[in-house]
């Protein structure tokens, strides 16, 4: 069993920064893939970013430039990060969090606005 815990998320101003974090715990060695992906009121759930055990990334269109996945595998707790910058309105929406697109985050709300 994998858990995932999120956080970064909260209100920004246009053009504005914040980073979203996603730490796993529980059976991390089963974890290969570790991505964003973000809804809207109204739309359908789409991928933001992912990132492979091998580092390999995928983005985005949308967003390429403006954000950056990583991630940091220890021991015990696999963290995947969202660096997200040049932020735009159209980018609110609730962030979540996957494992391998099994395991989900509850989600965390980006709003940008000013």
């Known amino acids: 069993q994998v858990q995932l815990a999120e956080s970064g998320g909260g209100v920004v101003q246009p053009g504005g920064s914040l980073r979203l974090s996603c730490a796993a715990s529980?059976?991390?060695?089963?974890?290969?893939?570790m991505g964003w992906y973000r809804q809207a009121p109204g739309k359908e759930r789409e991928l933001v970013a992912a990132?492979?055990?091998?580092?390999?990334?995928?983005?985005a269109t949308f967003v390429k430039g403006r954000f950056t996945i990583s991630r940091d595998d220890a021991e015990n707790t696999v963290t995947a990060y969202l660096q997200m910058n040049s932020l735009k309105p159209e980018d609110t929406a609730i962030y979540y969090c996957?494992?391998?697109?099994?395991?989900w985050g509850q989600g965390t709300q980006v709003t940008v606005s000013s």
């Open positions: 990132i492979g055990k091998d580092n390999l990334t995928n983005y």
């Open positions: 996957t494992a391998d697109l099994v395991v």
């Open positions: 529980g059976s991390i060695f089963r974890i290969y893939s």
